[in-house]
Protein backbone atom coordinates (compact mmCIF):
# COMPACT_ATOMS: atom_id res chain seq x y z
CA UNK A 1 0.00 0.00 0.00
CA UNK A 2 1.66 3.25 -1.02
CA UNK A 3 1.22 6.32 1.68
CA UNK A 4 0.87 8.94 -1.27
CA UNK A 5 3.77 10.92 -0.23
CA UNK A 6 5.99 9.84 -2.89
CA UNK A 7 6.02 9.78 -6.56
CA UNK A 8 8.14 7.87 -9.19
CA UNK A 9 11.01 9.95 -10.44
CA UNK A 10 9.63 11.21 -13.99
CA UNK A 11 10.85 9.79 -17.21
CA UNK A 12 13.55 11.85 -19.08
CA UNK A 13 13.95 12.13 -22.80
CA UNK A 14 17.23 9.98 -22.34
CA UNK A 15 14.90 7.27 -20.36
CA UNK A 16 12.21 6.86 -23.59
CA UNK A 17 14.74 6.60 -26.07
CA UNK A 18 16.93 4.13 -23.77
CA UNK A 19 13.70 2.06 -23.15
CA UNK A 20 10.72 2.40 -26.05
CA UNK A 21 10.58 -0.03 -29.11
CA UNK A 22 13.17 -1.97 -27.40
CA UNK A 23 15.69 -0.01 -26.89
CA UNK A 24 16.45 1.00 -30.13
CA UNK A 25 16.24 4.71 -29.69
CA UNK A 26 19.40 4.25 -27.37
CA UNK A 27 21.45 3.28 -30.39
CA UNK A 28 21.06 6.93 -31.96
CA UNK A 29 21.43 8.15 -28.42
CA UNK A 30 24.64 6.42 -28.34
CA UNK A 31 26.23 7.36 -31.45
CA UNK A 32 24.82 11.42 -30.46
CA UNK A 33 26.48 11.20 -27.07
CA UNK A 34 29.85 9.90 -28.71
CA UNK A 35 30.03 12.99 -30.25
CA UNK A 36 32.08 15.97 -28.34
CA UNK A 37 29.58 18.45 -29.55
CA UNK A 38 26.71 16.59 -27.67
CA UNK A 39 28.19 15.42 -24.73
CA UNK A 40 31.21 16.33 -22.18
CA UNK A 41 33.01 14.28 -20.26
CA UNK A 42 32.23 12.86 -16.87
CA UNK A 43 34.72 14.72 -14.91
CA UNK A 44 34.39 18.26 -15.16
CA UNK A 45 37.77 19.31 -14.69
CA UNK A 46 39.54 16.56 -16.53
CA UNK A 47 42.23 18.39 -18.55
CA UNK A 48 40.88 18.82 -22.59
CA UNK A 49 43.55 20.03 -24.97
CA UNK A 50 42.89 23.44 -26.38
CA UNK A 51 42.72 24.49 -29.84
CA UNK A 52 46.43 25.10 -30.35
CA UNK A 53 49.38 25.88 -29.04
CA UNK A 54 48.66 28.19 -26.03
CA UNK A 55 50.75 30.92 -24.50
CA UNK A 56 49.20 30.89 -20.96
CA UNK A 57 48.13 27.80 -18.77
CA UNK A 58 46.67 30.02 -16.51
CA UNK A 59 44.82 33.45 -15.60
CA UNK A 60 45.20 35.64 -12.61
CA UNK A 61 42.05 38.53 -12.60
CA UNK A 62 42.49 40.98 -10.31
CA UNK A 63 39.27 42.97 -10.34
CA UNK A 64 38.86 46.39 -9.26
CA UNK A 65 35.34 46.67 -8.26
CA UNK A 66 33.85 50.11 -9.10
CA UNK A 67 35.82 51.71 -11.80
CA UNK A 68 39.12 53.13 -11.72
CA UNK A 69 39.98 56.53 -12.90
CA UNK A 70 42.45 56.08 -15.79
CA UNK A 71 43.30 59.62 -15.86
CA UNK A 72 44.13 59.34 -12.17
CA UNK A 73 46.46 56.08 -12.47
CA UNK A 74 47.54 54.85 -16.32
CA UNK A 75 46.29 57.56 -18.80
CA UNK A 76 47.92 61.05 -17.95
CA UNK A 77 45.81 63.95 -19.57
CA UNK A 78 47.99 67.78 -19.74
CA UNK A 79 44.63 69.32 -20.59
CA UNK A 80 43.13 68.51 -17.65
CA UNK A 81 46.08 70.67 -15.70
CA UNK A 82 45.20 73.35 -17.91
CA UNK A 83 41.61 73.53 -17.95
CA UNK A 84 41.46 73.07 -14.20
CA UNK A 85 38.63 74.67 -12.78
CA UNK A 86 36.86 75.51 -16.06
CA UNK A 87 33.47 74.21 -17.42
CA UNK A 88 34.20 70.95 -19.91
CA UNK A 89 34.17 72.06 -23.39
CA UNK A 90 33.20 68.64 -24.76
CA UNK A 91 30.12 67.24 -25.37
CA UNK A 92 28.88 65.64 -22.45
CA UNK A 93 27.36 61.83 -22.33
CA UNK A 94 24.81 61.51 -20.40
CA UNK A 95 26.15 60.07 -16.31
CA UNK A 96 25.05 58.55 -14.31
CA UNK A 97 24.01 60.74 -11.62
CA UNK A 98 23.80 63.81 -13.44
CA UNK A 99 26.31 66.07 -10.92
CA UNK A 100 28.35 67.89 -13.73
CA UNK A 101 31.32 70.36 -12.34
CA UNK A 102 34.24 71.42 -13.68
CA UNK A 103 37.21 69.97 -15.10
CA UNK A 104 39.21 67.98 -12.53
CA UNK A 105 42.96 67.41 -12.68
CA UNK A 106 44.48 64.78 -11.31
CA UNK A 107 45.18 64.86 -7.65
CA UNK A 108 48.51 62.77 -8.48
CA UNK A 109 51.47 63.28 -10.59
CA UNK A 110 52.89 60.81 -13.18
CA UNK A 111 56.14 59.37 -13.45
CA UNK A 112 58.05 57.72 -16.08
CA UNK A 113 59.19 54.14 -15.44
CA UNK A 114 61.59 51.39 -16.49
CA UNK A 115 63.43 51.23 -20.36
CA UNK A 116 59.76 51.73 -21.72
CA UNK A 117 59.13 55.03 -20.13
CA UNK A 118 55.36 54.38 -19.42
CA UNK A 119 53.74 56.82 -17.44
CA UNK A 120 52.09 55.56 -13.97
CA UNK A 121 50.91 57.96 -11.76
CA UNK A 122 51.70 58.23 -7.82
CA UNK A 123 49.02 55.97 -6.90
CA UNK A 124 51.15 52.98 -8.14
CA UNK A 125 54.70 53.67 -7.59
CA UNK A 126 55.19 49.67 -7.07
CA UNK A 127 53.82 48.41 -10.69
CA UNK A 128 55.21 51.08 -12.23
CA UNK A 129 58.59 49.87 -10.84
CA UNK A 130 57.69 46.28 -12.93
CA UNK A 131 56.03 48.31 -15.80
CA UNK A 132 58.00 46.69 -18.36
CA UNK A 133 56.46 43.16 -18.04
CA UNK A 134 52.91 45.33 -18.16
CA UNK A 135 50.91 45.87 -21.44
CA UNK A 136 48.52 49.40 -20.40
CA UNK A 137 45.47 49.09 -22.79
CA UNK A 138 44.52 53.03 -22.59
CA UNK A 139 41.17 52.24 -25.22
CA UNK A 140 39.11 50.25 -23.43
CA UNK A 141 35.56 50.94 -23.60
CA UNK A 142 32.22 49.06 -21.79
CA UNK A 143 28.62 49.05 -23.04
CA UNK A 144 27.13 49.68 -19.68
CA UNK A 145 27.65 53.05 -17.18
CA UNK A 146 25.52 51.36 -14.06
CA UNK A 147 27.75 49.25 -11.44
CA UNK A 148 25.59 45.73 -11.50
CA UNK A 149 25.26 45.32 -15.75
CA UNK A 150 28.30 46.69 -15.95
CA UNK A 151 30.25 43.77 -13.79
CA UNK A 152 28.08 41.32 -15.08
CA UNK A 153 29.05 42.28 -18.92
CA UNK A 154 33.36 42.57 -17.76
CA UNK A 155 32.39 38.95 -16.04
CA UNK A 156 30.28 37.20 -18.75
CA UNK A 157 29.91 39.06 -21.89
CA UNK A 158 26.16 39.66 -21.33
CA UNK A 159 24.54 42.98 -19.57
CA UNK A 160 22.64 40.24 -17.49
CA UNK A 161 22.88 37.83 -14.74
CA UNK A 162 22.10 34.30 -15.31
CA UNK A 163 25.46 34.04 -17.82
CA UNK A 164 28.74 31.95 -17.63
CA UNK A 165 31.81 33.81 -16.23
CA UNK A 166 34.78 34.06 -18.26
CA UNK A 167 36.05 31.72 -15.10
CA UNK A 168 33.63 29.06 -15.78
CA UNK A 169 33.96 29.21 -19.73
CA UNK A 170 37.83 28.57 -19.45
CA UNK A 171 37.02 25.54 -17.31
CA UNK A 172 34.99 24.27 -19.53
CA UNK A 173 37.12 24.58 -22.35
CA UNK A 174 40.21 23.42 -20.56
CA UNK A 175 39.67 21.45 -17.36
CA UNK A 176 41.98 21.88 -14.46
CA UNK A 177 45.31 20.44 -14.17
CA UNK A 178 44.90 19.53 -10.31
CA UNK A 179 42.08 17.31 -9.66
CA UNK A 180 42.35 18.10 -5.49
CA UNK A 181 41.41 21.92 -6.05
CA UNK A 182 38.64 23.50 -8.30
CA UNK A 183 39.64 24.86 -11.52
CA UNK A 184 37.82 28.20 -11.28
CA UNK A 185 38.67 29.95 -7.82
CA UNK A 186 37.44 33.36 -6.36
CA UNK A 187 39.53 34.67 -3.59
CA UNK A 188 37.11 36.99 -1.83
CA UNK A 189 38.97 40.31 0.10
CA UNK A 190 35.59 41.12 1.41
CA UNK A 191 33.68 43.08 -1.05
CA UNK A 192 31.51 40.83 -3.76
CA UNK A 193 30.75 43.14 -6.03
CA UNK A 194 27.01 44.91 -7.23
CA UNK A 195 25.33 42.11 -9.09
CA UNK A 196 26.20 39.12 -6.49
CA UNK A 197 27.88 35.67 -7.09
CA UNK A 198 26.20 35.31 -10.66
CA UNK A 199 28.91 37.69 -11.50
CA UNK A 200 31.53 34.14 -10.82
CA UNK A 201 28.78 31.70 -11.93
CA UNK A 202 28.09 29.10 -14.29
CA UNK A 203 24.99 30.00 -15.88
CA UNK A 204 23.79 27.35 -18.19
CA UNK A 205 27.32 25.29 -17.71
CA UNK A 206 27.12 22.28 -15.92
CA UNK A 207 27.62 23.58 -11.85
CA UNK A 208 30.62 22.58 -11.50
CA UNK A 209 32.35 25.28 -13.31
CA UNK A 210 31.12 28.01 -11.40
CA UNK A 211 33.54 29.59 -9.01
CA UNK A 212 34.54 28.24 -5.50
CA UNK A 213 34.65 30.75 -3.10
CA UNK A 214 37.83 31.34 -0.53
CA UNK A 215 37.52 33.71 2.10
CA UNK A 216 40.53 36.25 3.12
CA UNK A 217 41.68 34.88 6.41
CA UNK A 218 43.07 31.30 8.12
CA UNK A 219 39.46 29.65 7.33
CA UNK A 220 39.06 30.09 3.64
CA UNK A 221 36.33 27.42 3.36
CA UNK A 222 33.46 26.09 5.76
CA UNK A 223 34.33 22.25 7.00
CA UNK A 224 37.57 22.69 5.97
CA UNK A 225 38.55 20.31 8.61
CA UNK A 226 36.65 17.05 8.96
CA UNK A 227 34.54 16.09 12.12
CA UNK A 228 35.22 12.76 11.91
CA UNK A 229 37.58 10.81 14.56
CA UNK A 230 39.76 8.99 12.17
CA UNK A 231 40.46 9.41 8.07
CA UNK A 232 39.35 5.47 7.92
CA UNK A 233 35.70 6.83 9.38
CA UNK A 234 35.74 9.66 6.45
CA UNK A 235 36.37 7.32 4.09
CA UNK A 236 33.90 4.79 4.55
CA UNK A 237 30.98 7.02 4.57
CA UNK A 238 32.94 8.32 1.34
CA UNK A 239 32.49 4.84 0.00
CA UNK A 240 29.29 4.44 1.45
CA UNK A 241 27.54 7.89 -0.29
CA UNK A 242 29.49 6.88 -3.89
CA UNK A 243 27.34 3.45 -3.91
CA UNK A 244 24.50 5.30 -3.14
CA UNK A 245 25.16 8.09 -5.43
CA UNK A 246 25.58 5.30 -8.34
CA UNK A 247 22.44 3.81 -7.45
CA UNK A 248 20.16 7.08 -8.38
CA UNK A 249 22.20 7.60 -11.10
CA UNK A 250 21.30 4.06 -12.77
CA UNK A 251 17.91 4.50 -11.91
CA UNK A 252 17.74 8.11 -12.98
CA UNK A 253 19.96 8.58 -15.80
CA UNK A 254 22.34 11.99 -16.47
CA UNK A 255 20.87 14.45 -14.39
CA UNK A 256 23.60 17.40 -14.62
CA UNK A 257 22.53 19.25 -10.84
CA UNK A 258 23.00 15.75 -9.27
CA UNK A 259 26.52 14.71 -11.11
CA UNK A 260 27.95 17.98 -10.23
CA UNK A 261 26.41 17.90 -6.55
CA UNK A 262 28.49 13.76 -6.66
CA UNK A 263 31.51 15.90 -8.25
CA UNK A 264 31.55 18.50 -5.64
CA UNK A 265 31.21 16.04 -2.72
CA UNK A 266 33.90 14.45 -3.88
CA UNK A 267 36.03 17.54 -4.20
CA UNK A 268 35.55 18.95 -1.30
CA UNK A 269 36.97 15.83 0.70
CA UNK A 270 39.67 15.84 -1.22
CA UNK A 271 39.88 19.86 -0.67
CA UNK A 272 40.31 19.27 3.19
CA UNK A 273 43.84 17.69 2.75
CA UNK A 274 44.88 20.54 -0.08
CA UNK A 275 43.20 23.33 1.04
CA UNK A 276 44.65 23.86 4.58
CA UNK A 277 48.48 23.06 2.74
CA UNK A 278 47.57 25.70 0.33
CA UNK A 279 46.76 28.45 2.63
CA UNK A 280 49.27 27.80 5.35
CA UNK A 281 51.68 31.35 4.27
CA UNK A 282 53.36 30.60 7.03
CA UNK A 283 56.05 28.51 4.88
CA UNK A 284 56.80 31.29 2.79
CA UNK A 285 60.03 32.58 3.54
CA UNK A 286 60.68 36.56 5.40
CA UNK A 287 61.69 37.77 2.35
CA UNK A 288 58.73 36.53 0.53
CA UNK A 289 56.46 38.19 3.22
CA UNK A 290 58.23 41.53 2.90
CA UNK A 291 57.95 41.51 -0.60
CA UNK A 292 53.93 41.00 -0.90
CA UNK A 293 53.40 43.11 2.53
CA UNK A 294 51.95 40.50 4.62
CA UNK A 295 53.29 42.17 7.61
CA UNK A 296 52.22 45.72 6.80
CA UNK A 297 51.03 48.32 9.44
CA UNK A 298 47.87 48.83 6.46
CA UNK A 299 45.45 45.91 7.27
CA UNK A 300 44.46 46.79 3.60
CA UNK A 301 47.63 45.72 2.13
CA UNK A 302 47.87 42.68 4.76
CA UNK A 303 44.32 41.39 3.12
CA UNK A 304 45.35 41.90 -0.51
CA UNK A 305 48.79 40.31 -0.06
CA UNK A 306 47.17 37.46 1.83
CA UNK A 307 45.24 37.46 -1.57
CA UNK A 308 47.70 37.80 -4.44
CA UNK A 309 50.21 34.81 -2.39
CA UNK A 310 47.59 32.70 -2.27
CA UNK A 311 47.30 32.92 -6.14
CA UNK A 312 50.54 32.40 -6.70
CA UNK A 313 50.55 29.17 -4.68
CA UNK A 314 46.94 28.23 -6.65
CA UNK A 315 48.12 28.45 -10.24
CA UNK A 316 51.75 26.85 -9.18
CA UNK A 317 49.29 23.84 -8.15
CA UNK A 318 47.67 24.00 -11.39
CA UNK A 319 44.46 25.92 -10.71
CA UNK A 320 43.65 27.49 -14.21
CA UNK A 321 41.66 30.49 -13.09
CA UNK A 322 41.84 32.47 -9.95
CA UNK A 323 40.10 35.95 -9.31
CA UNK A 324 40.67 38.20 -6.38
CA UNK A 325 38.42 40.86 -5.12
CA UNK A 326 39.20 44.45 -3.49
CA UNK A 327 39.60 43.93 0.54
CA UNK A 328 36.83 45.51 2.71
CA UNK A 329 36.95 47.94 5.36
CA UNK A 330 38.48 50.97 3.17
CA UNK A 331 35.39 53.08 2.78
CA UNK A 332 33.78 52.38 0.03
CA UNK A 333 35.13 50.71 -3.72
CA UNK A 334 37.32 52.75 -6.43
CA UNK A 335 33.62 54.28 -6.90
CA UNK A 336 35.25 57.66 -6.05
CA UNK A 337 31.75 59.60 -6.39
CA UNK A 338 33.05 61.72 -3.55
CA UNK A 339 36.46 62.36 -2.03
CA UNK A 340 38.52 61.47 -5.26
CA UNK A 341 41.88 61.45 -2.91
CA UNK A 342 40.91 59.73 -0.01
CA UNK A 343 38.93 56.83 -2.53
CA UNK A 344 41.66 55.66 -4.75
CA UNK A 345 44.27 56.90 -2.29
CA UNK A 346 43.13 54.34 0.34
CA UNK A 347 42.47 51.73 -2.36
CA UNK A 348 45.80 51.67 -4.08
CA UNK A 349 47.34 51.73 -0.94
CA UNK A 350 46.18 48.40 -0.50
CA UNK A 351 46.59 46.72 -3.74
CA UNK A 352 49.40 48.23 -5.17
CA UNK A 353 52.57 46.45 -3.24
CA UNK A 354 50.72 43.45 -3.44
CA UNK A 355 50.15 43.49 -7.26
CA UNK A 356 53.85 44.50 -8.09
CA UNK A 357 55.11 41.37 -5.79
CA UNK A 358 52.70 39.07 -7.72
CA UNK A 359 54.29 40.31 -10.77
CA UNK A 360 57.75 39.80 -9.62
CA UNK A 361 57.16 36.55 -7.57
CA UNK A 362 55.78 34.95 -10.64
CA UNK A 363 58.53 36.61 -12.82
CA UNK A 364 61.08 35.13 -10.34
CA UNK A 365 60.08 31.26 -10.71
CA UNK A 366 59.47 31.08 -14.29
CA UNK A 367 55.44 31.33 -13.57
CA UNK A 368 54.61 34.39 -15.75
CA UNK A 369 55.45 33.45 -18.79
CA UNK A 370 52.71 31.08 -18.20
CA UNK A 371 50.36 32.71 -16.27
CA UNK A 372 48.19 35.91 -17.50
CA UNK A 373 47.39 38.54 -15.24
CA UNK A 374 44.45 40.98 -15.95
CA UNK A 375 44.21 44.01 -14.08
CA UNK A 376 40.59 45.40 -14.75
CA UNK A 377 37.43 47.29 -13.47
CA UNK A 378 34.19 47.58 -14.96
CA UNK A 379 34.39 51.35 -16.48
CA UNK A 380 36.63 54.13 -15.92
CA UNK A 381 35.46 57.52 -14.86
CA UNK A 382 34.97 61.04 -16.48
CA UNK A 383 37.49 63.52 -16.72
CA UNK A 384 35.85 66.16 -15.40
CA UNK A 385 34.24 66.57 -11.16
CA UNK A 386 30.60 64.90 -9.66
CA UNK A 387 30.19 67.59 -7.37
CA UNK A 388 33.45 69.03 -6.70
CA UNK A 389 35.85 66.38 -5.62
CA UNK A 390 34.76 63.12 -7.28
CA UNK A 391 34.10 61.57 -10.88
CA UNK A 392 31.25 59.35 -11.95
CA UNK A 393 31.18 56.73 -14.20
CA UNK A 394 32.06 56.46 -17.35
CA UNK A 395 32.38 53.44 -20.04
CA UNK A 396 33.46 55.48 -23.52
CA UNK A 397 37.32 54.92 -22.75
CA UNK A 398 39.43 53.94 -19.87
CA UNK A 399 42.17 51.51 -19.08
CA UNK A 400 43.36 48.28 -17.89
CA UNK A 401 46.56 46.22 -18.16
CA UNK A 402 47.77 42.89 -18.69
CA UNK A 403 51.31 41.07 -18.16
CA UNK A 404 53.07 37.78 -18.48
CA UNK A 405 51.35 34.75 -20.45
CA UNK A 406 51.97 35.93 -24.04
CA UNK A 407 51.06 39.62 -23.27
CA UNK A 408 54.13 42.24 -24.70
CA UNK A 409 55.45 43.96 -21.86
CA UNK A 410 55.93 47.40 -21.42
CA UNK A 411 54.08 48.69 -24.16
CA UNK A 412 50.69 50.96 -24.56
CA UNK A 413 47.90 50.07 -26.63
CA UNK A 414 45.12 52.39 -27.89
CA UNK A 415 44.38 56.13 -27.03
CA UNK A 416 41.87 58.19 -25.34
CA UNK A 417 41.32 62.18 -26.80
CA UNK A 418 42.74 65.12 -25.08
CA UNK A 419 40.45 65.00 -22.10
CA UNK A 420 40.74 60.89 -21.42
CA UNK A 421 36.79 60.69 -22.37
CA UNK A 422 36.68 58.87 -25.41
CA UNK A 423 38.47 56.06 -27.00
CA UNK A 424 39.98 57.08 -30.53
CA UNK A 425 42.92 54.79 -31.24
CA UNK A 426 42.77 51.09 -31.06
CA UNK A 427 39.58 50.65 -29.44
CA UNK A 428 39.18 47.16 -27.75
CA UNK A 429 35.42 46.31 -25.85
CA UNK A 430 34.86 43.51 -23.90
CA UNK A 431 34.10 40.91 -26.01
CA UNK A 432 37.43 41.85 -27.90
CA UNK A 433 39.68 41.12 -24.42
CA UNK A 434 37.37 37.80 -23.85
CA UNK A 435 38.14 36.67 -27.08
CA UNK A 436 42.22 37.70 -26.63
CA UNK A 437 42.02 35.93 -23.20
CA UNK A 438 40.78 32.73 -24.64
CA UNK A 439 42.96 33.02 -27.72
CA UNK A 440 46.27 33.20 -24.90
CA UNK A 441 45.21 29.97 -23.61
CA UNK A 442 45.00 28.28 -26.70
CA UNK A 443 41.91 28.73 -27.55
CA UNK A 444 39.38 29.71 -30.53
CA UNK A 445 36.93 31.74 -28.78
CA UNK A 446 34.15 30.97 -32.01
CA UNK A 447 34.88 27.34 -30.78
CA UNK A 448 33.72 27.26 -27.39
CA UNK A 449 30.32 26.91 -27.47
CA UNK A 450 27.79 25.02 -25.57
CA UNK A 451 24.58 24.36 -27.07
CA UNK A 452 21.40 25.63 -25.06
CA UNK A 453 17.74 26.26 -25.58
CA UNK A 454 18.24 25.62 -29.14
CA UNK A 455 21.61 27.58 -30.16
CA UNK A 456 25.27 27.51 -29.76
CA UNK A 457 26.05 29.92 -26.86
CA UNK A 458 29.86 31.36 -26.41
CA UNK A 459 31.68 33.95 -24.32
CA UNK A 460 31.85 36.45 -27.02
CA UNK A 461 28.28 35.82 -28.86
CA UNK A 462 28.46 36.74 -31.96
CA UNK A 463 31.29 39.23 -30.73
CA UNK A 464 34.99 39.79 -30.60
CA UNK A 465 38.35 39.42 -32.35
CA UNK A 466 41.87 38.85 -31.20
CA UNK A 467 43.66 42.00 -30.28
CA UNK A 468 46.99 40.23 -31.65
CA UNK A 469 49.04 43.69 -31.78
CA UNK A 470 49.18 43.06 -27.92
CA UNK A 471 50.50 39.43 -27.76
CA UNK A 472 54.14 38.60 -28.05
Not at 24 to 33: D, E, I, K, M, T
Not at 263 to 287: G, I, K
Not at 295 to 319: H, M, N, Q
Not at 346 to 368: C, F, M, S, Y
Request: net charge neutral; aromatic share 8%.
Amino acid sequence: MRCGLFRDAPYTRRDLLRQSAGGFGAVALSALLADAGHARGTAPFEVKRPHYKPHAKNVIFLYMDGGVSHVDSFDPKPRLEKEHGQKFKAKIEPTQFDNIGKVLKSPWKFKRYGRSGIPVSDLFPHIGRTIDDVCVVRSMVSEFSEHQTANFFLHTGFGVHGRPSMGAWVIYGLGSANQDLPGFVLLNGGLIPSGGLDCFGSGFLPASYQASVFRSGDHPLANIVPREESSAIQSAKLALMRRLDQKVLERLGTVDNLESTIANYEMAARMQVAVPELTDLSAENAATRRLYGLDSEFKGTRTYAGLCLTARRLVERGVRFVELTCPSGLGARWDAHGNLRGNHGGNARAVDQPIAALLTDLKARGLLDETLVVWSGEFGRTPFAQGTNGRDHSPFGFSIWLAGGGVQGGMVHGATDEYGYHAIENRMDIHDLHATVLHLLGLDHERVNFRFSGRDMRLTDVHGRVIHDICA
